[in-house]
């Protein structure tokens, strides 16, 4: 990686998560994303807004 930025891409997130779940033989059963957002604030995370939404509503049956 020429870049910290790319390190820390989300599609390398998204490839870092999928290997571990298989590794560890788990199922995604769904995702959510927030490109370009810094973990470190709720707000403009619509994809955190969402996750949060459903395992509130119990929508989301993990």
């Keep these: 990686m ?3 930025r790319q390190i820390y ?3 390398n997130q998204r490839d870092a998560i999928r290997n571990y779940a298989k590794v560890m033989r788990y199922d995604i ?3 959510y994303e927030d ?3 810094s973990g470190l ?3 403009g ?3 955190l807004q969402q ?3 459903d395992v509130e509503s119990r929508r989301a049956d993990f």
């Design 2 to 4: 020429s870049t910290d």
């Design 9 to 11: 891409s989300i599609d």
């Design 29 to 31: 059963v769904a995702t």
């Design 35 to 37: 490109p370009g957002r």
């Design 41 to 43: 604030s709720l707000v």
């Design 45 to 47: 995370r619509p994809g």
């Design 51 to 53: 996750l949060l939404e």
